[in-house]
Nanobody
Framework: QVQLAESGGGLVQPGESLRLSCAAS????????MGWYRQAPGKERELVAT???????NYADSVKGRFTISRDNAKNTVYLQMNSLKPEDTAVYYC???????????????WGQGTQVTVSS
């Protein structure tokens, strides 16, 4: 069984920074892509940023230039550095792992339980 453990959420003021972390645990042979999605109240879940095992990244237009995704393949951990936070960044942030290979699954996807990020003055 693969588990994703997120940390780093919290309450900050506009313009401040936060760093989210997500560590995947279990009998993992390989993870293709890891990423972050978010869901604000009354809205659908949306992509924030993704990163492949080779380091290719993809960002939502709304966070380009402010957020940076990075990954430690040896630790199966993905990070999201969020700078210049805005009130509209307020949401529950979910970690995602795609294309996970384990002893029991060749190509599975997993989600974390989410961490709240609130940007308010």
């Amino acid at each position: 069984q693969v588990q994703l453990a997120e940390s780093g959420g919290g309450l900050v003021q506009p313009g401040e920074s936060l760093r989210l972390s997500c560590a995947a645990s279990g009998s993992i042979f390989r993870i293709n892509a890891m990423g972050w999605y978010r869901q604000a109240p009354g809205k659908e879940r949306e992509l924030v940023a993704t990163i492949t095992s080779g380091g290719s990244t993809n960002y939502a237009d709304s966070v380009k230039g402010r957020f940076t995704i990075s990954r430690d393949n040896a630790k199966n951990t993905v990070y999201l550095q969020m700078n210049s936070l805005k009130p509209e960044d307020t949401a529950v942030y979910y970690c995602n792992a795609k294309g996970v290979r384990t002893a029991r699954c060749f190509n599975c996807d997993y989600w974390g339980q989410g961490t709240q990020v609130t940007v308010s003055s």
